[in-house]
């Protein structure tokens, strides 16, 4: 008997403290979600080297507008978004996503059933031209923007979890013609300090090459050979409150495409170093 109980003793103790990090949305909640994403970029094409850099800084406010049961609904709305572009001619998105706001609904594993808003979306990043509205259509299509959205909940586990326990995700993120990304991401509770739950991530990453029919885009991605040489990351959540409170995550992308414009097919060599970070707080980050 001492020696069972001891046995059973011993191996409760090395499963460790079970914590529970979930999402807490009560209705009347406002939050704020700071990010800022660099992207080191290289292209090789038709013998010439291209470099681009992109940064950009988003802000966003999130407010609970209702919490039921398989239900709940949460206003997105753009308080910033800056983005400066360095060796992408014609990129001037500048503030045009100022005050576009996205309603979103949640079920209960927190993925997105409903989103409304992306009409206004592309009216605001069109700026009234017909045929850039309709590039940013194929190129944006609204799975994307749910998908982008819904990521936003997506590290939480949904269940309790003890340090050391690994928990995965796999999406799917649409492109319309342009194809689609896969990701696989694998979860660890790392540490556990107070409120605080540090969460590692790793994952990998495929891009599949669409049709590129009835797009109106100027160019077709006929053939993609890409990869995720690094994608990691780290999360910070806060028990206590029920959200991520920072993040940080790496991805090195690189491989080859096959792009048809004009007429002419075009091999290219892609290399791209990509950055973001993120910060969740209750205070305004523009105004405060």
């Known amino acids: 008997m001492f020696a069972a109980t001891t046995l059973v003793l011993l191996l409760a103790a090395g499963q460790g403290e079970k914590h529970t990090l979930q999402w807490k949305l009560k209705e009347g909640d406002v939050f704020y979600n700071k990010m800022n994403v660099t992207m080191d970029q290289t292209i090789e094409v038709m013998g010439q080297t291209i470099d681009q850099k992109i940064d950009m800084k988003t802000a966003l406010k999130f407010k609970v507008k209702s919490a039921k049961p398989g239900a709940t609904v949460v206003e997105m709305t753009y308080l910033e978004n800056k983005i400066d572009a360095q060796g992408l001619p014609g990129v001037n998105i500048g503030n045009k996503l100022k005050d576009v706001t996205f309603t979103v609904t949640l079920d209960d594993k927190l993925k997105v ?58 999406d799917k993120m649409p492109l319309g013609p342009l194809g689609k990304i896969e990701m696989k991401s ?48 780290t999360n910070t959540f806060d028990m206590k409150l029920g959200r991520l409170a920072a993040m940080k995550m790496e991805l090195d992308l690189s491989g080859t495409m096959t792009i048809e414009v004009a007429g002419m097919t075009v091999d290219a060599k892609l290399k791209q170093k990509m950055t973001t970070t993120g910060e969740v707080t209750e205070k305004n980050p523009v105004v405060d």
Do not use: N
């Not at 799975?143 to 990521?151: C, K, Y």
């Not at 990453?205 to 990869?227: R, V």
């Open 113 to 170: 059933t409903k989103l409304d808003g992306y009409d206004k979306f592309l009216d605001a990043i069109s700026e009234g031209d017909a045929d850039q509205r309709k590039l940013m259509k194929a190129m944006m299509p609204e799975d994307t923007i749910r998908q982008a959205v819904g990521q936003t909940f997506a590290i939480a586990p949904d269940r309790p979890v003890a340090v050391g326990d690994k928990w995965e995700r796999a």
């Open 186 to 233: 694998e979860f660890k509770l790392d540490a556990v300090k107070g409120d605080l739950a540090t969460i590692t991530q790793k994952g990998d990453l495929k891009y599949e090459a669409g049709d590129g029919k009835d797009s109106g885009l100027p160019f077709k991605i006929s053939k993609a050979d890409l990869k995720a040489d690094k994608f990691t990351g």
